[in-house]
């Protein structure tokens, strides 16, 4: 949809004096045209009744009678002319009436549907002017609802579907050793608190995603090394990836300019991209860490040589539960809402994040920026 710019886009106060004016002028133009017609015609035909020939009259009662019927003449003539004038001018206020009074009642009839839930309501948009600026929002607005609405239902499914797993693995277990099918074993204890942990870590991300974008969580900003928060996030994951037998190398620019950020949100930010990569590196592949300074601000980057993403999924996988493989469970532990966590505690810090890729097994790169200490 094409919209008109502002320098293009007619105020209603103008179209609203130009009607005004439109209006004056048709009543004016009317009133003169009925005088000039009208008067000098109705003149004539009440002057020639009086000045006939059978009626002799002296120059008083002639003077007399001629200005009776001047009287008579304008008065005919403004009643005329004012009646022509008032019907003119209702008939152009009426139209424009209707030109101004039809979009709001559009917007009044669609802002009840849209409160009532019908978020895929429309208005037309065709006035140039505050009114159709004013359409365009709304549309705008139930857009915005209507896709707010369509991620709720997602995110709730979702949800569901992420719980279903391991409250049915909880379940099934618990039947079998109420009945004694299953043994009350070590390894049955274990399973069923691997389970519960698993949901409990994904509540927890849920309601620490939910605070980062409601702007609720709380950090503690402060002056640190970019290196420090690489050094600690590697070192914890370094085990983690000896064990999977993935490489990972750092390349750590020099004169880093310190960073104003929250510790340990930083590292965690850190420590989710690196956990992320190592879960879609196969083994033998490696994973690089890198961090440089970029005018203002703190830039990291995590390369990995793994499964890689297309074109068309890399705007959704900082999506809450967008699985790139929607065949792909969640067995290997992510609650599919780290990603989203970490770009929230970015930007909540003033910094962005995003992700590149070449396409599918030619890795990928997720990048974030802190911005730097000013002297």
Known sequence: MNRPSR??????????FASHLLVALVGTLTFLAAVSFIAPALFGSLIGGVMSPEHLMTMSEMMDSVSRVFMQTLLYSLLIA???????AVAASLFTARRISRPV?????????????????????GEN?????????????????????????EFIADVSHELRTPLSTLQGYMEGLMDGVVAPSEETWTLLYAE??????????????SSAEAGQLTLLPERISAAEILDTATESM??????????????????LPQVTADRDRSVQVLTNLLNNALRYTPTGGRVTVEVENRSG???????????????????????????????????????????????????????????????????????????????
């Open 7 to 16: 320098s293009t886009r007619r105020s209603l106060g103008t179209k609203l």
């Open 82 to 88: 004012a009646l022509a004038a008032v019907v003119t």
């Open 105 to 125: 009642r559009h917007m009044l009839e669609a802002t009840r549907r849209i409160s009532s839930g019908s978020y895929g309501e429309r208005v037309p948009t």
């Open 129 to 153: 002017d505050e009114l159709g600026a004013l359409s365009e929002s709304l549309n705008s607005m139930a857009l915005a609802l209507e896709e707010t609405e369509q991620h709720r239902r």
């Open 196 to 209: 519960a942990e698993r949901m409990r870590r994904l509540v927890d991300d849920l309601q620490q995603l």
């Open 238 to 255: 370094l085990p983690l990836f000896t064990e999977k037998g993935v490489e990972l190398e750092k390349a750590v620019a020099e004169d």
């Open 297 to 375: 601000e703190v830039l990291f980057h995590v390369r990995d040589t793994g499964t890689g993403i297309s074109a068309e999924h890399l705007p959704h996988v900082f999506e809450r539960f967008y699985r790139v493989e929607k065949s792909r469970s969640r067995e290997g532990g992510g609650s599919g809402v780290g990603l989203a966590i970490s770009r929230a505690l970015v930007e909540a810090m003033g910094g962005e994040m995003w992700a590149e890729s070449p396409g599918p097994g030619k890795g990928t790169t997720f990048s974030f920026t802190l911005p730097a200490t000013r002297e």
